[in-house]
């Protein structure tokens, strides 16, 4: 399922928009200003950010900002700002796409859709990585060892899904931190040795001699098929 995250401070807006897309089989988060945005995109990691730009605590392209230090997914803005140079601004930012009020719900769900499928692997055979051990399916987002599912938890799904999108690269310590938790966490290395460790138990054949979840001690963690 799609998870969307809906930064609106609109509640009529919001709700409408809610019930819309869970109608049509999306998950949906919902924040009512950028903090929060920002804190729920690092805790729940959205597929896609739906974004107005008029928030009560910071300008959405600040939020942009945040969110493409370490997170990359589609952007959808939507805004009541129409002048040429704050489209430009808000896409050089990184936004995919802009989408200006008042707008109909058929539009906004179109371009919704065309930005998750641009946002999808070109080659799904591509994203079934295979090891002695254990396959890993990017895209189905499940791992099988022994011919069975291993249960992740989407922390440890997200740790590995990093560290296999990278593979055979070191991945620091700082970054992985960034990508699965958020840039607020940078420093928090602790979380990445236990969440590691369950890793390894669930999936190297010898947990205490990793073959395929390497540490490189003080710098970061690097993925070995």
Known sequence: MTR???VEDERQLA???RINLRTRGYEVDTAPDGRTALELAGRRR???VVLDLGLPDMDGVEVIKGLRGWLNVPIIVLSA????EEKVQALDTGADDYVTKP????????RLRAAVRRAAPADEAAAVVE???FT?????KKVTRDGREVRLTPTEWNILEVLVRNAGKLVGQRQLLREVWGPAYEKETNYLRVYMAQLRRKLEPDPSRPRHLITEPGMGYRFES
């Open 131 to 133: 090891t002695g051990a």
């Open 81 to 84: 700002r129409h002048a040429s």
């Open 15 to 17: 709700r409408a928009l």
């Open 46 to 48: 959205p597929d896609v």
């Open 103 to 110: 707008f109909g719900m058929e539009e906004l769900l179109a």
């Open 4 to 6: 969307v995250l809906l």
């Open 136 to 140: 890993i399916d990017l895209a189905a």
